[in-house]
């Protein structure tokens, strides 16, 4: 079965810092893998995707994530956290038979202190 | 703006009601899907159309239909809703499968 988890349902960093929001997924098949932002009150907005290629992939708003298929990883990092990136960060995964059907991790809640 | 349009906003019903939700999706593309996000299940996929038709099931209850029209517009039915189905339910649109773009949802709430 096809699964993703978000390690820490909680972070928090202080302005400046470097954001890293961890994801590991489960999947028997190559996955497509998906980080989305939700800001209080709002959908999901698309910050980057893994699809095939380089496993190094750059986003919206200064994220990128990085492919890791031996350690089954998909960490979100920013170098510098504004306070504007405060909100629930879910990763995803779909899995090749690209039906677009997500598998979704818990989310994490991203705090940006002053 | 992800060019996915929900209505209502906000709905508040009682137990045994039924309520019909709609998504308009982003202009082009031909896959609906919705998905419930709750506290306790996180977030969950319902069901997929494509182009009118049903093109993938998730952990929809019985309870609950959906369907795209010829317009591409879509809705889900919930009905004999009970305190347990107040959540937000997003409907996400693609040309064909990902990436999903997502409406901004409506909130249920159920008395």
């Known amino acids: 079965a096809q699964s993703v988890t978000q390690l820490g349902s909680h972070v928090s960093v202080s302005e400046g810092a470097l954001v890293l929001l961890r994801c590991n997924y489960s999947?028997?098949?190559?996955?497509?893998l998906f980080w989305y932002v939700q800001y209080p009150n709002q959908g999901l907005q698309l910050l980057l995707k893994?699809?095939?290629?380089?496993?190094l992939v750059k986003g919206i708003n200064g994220f990128e994530a990085e492919f890791k298929k031996s350690e089954t990883s998909f960490h979100l990092t920013k170098p510098s956290a504004h306070m504007s990136d405060a909100a629930e960060y879910f990763c995803?995964?779909?899995?090749?038979?690209?039906?677009?059907?997500?598998?979704f991790g818990q989310g994490t809640t991203l705090q940006v202190k002053p | 703006d992800s060019g996915v349009t929900q209505t209502p906003k906000h709905l508040i019903t009682a137990t045994g009601q039924r309520v019909t939700l709609r998504c308009s999706p982003r202009?082009?593309?031909?896959?609906v899907y919705w998905y419930q996000q709750s506290l306790d299940q996180g977030l969950q996929f319902l069901i997929q159309?494509?182009?009118?038709?049903?093109?993938a099931k998730g952990n929809i209850l019985e309870r609950f239909s959906a369907q795209q029209f010829p317009d591409l517009h879509s809705e889900l039915n919930l009905s004999s809703l009970e305190l347990g189905d107040s959540a937000l339910y997003f409907c996400?649109?693609?040309?064909?499968?990902?990436?999903?773009?997502f409406g901004p949802g409506t909130r249920l709430t159920v008395t």
């Open positions: 996400a649109s693609s040309v064909d499968s990902s990436p999903l773009y």
């Open positions: 999947s028997s098949v190559p996955p497509y």
């Open positions: 893994y699809t095939t290629g380089a496993t």
């Open positions: 995803a995964l779909e899995g090749s038979s690209n039906t677009g059907k997500l598998i």
């Open positions: 202009s082009g593309d031909l896959s």
């Open positions: 159309y494509y182009n009118g038709e049903e093109r």
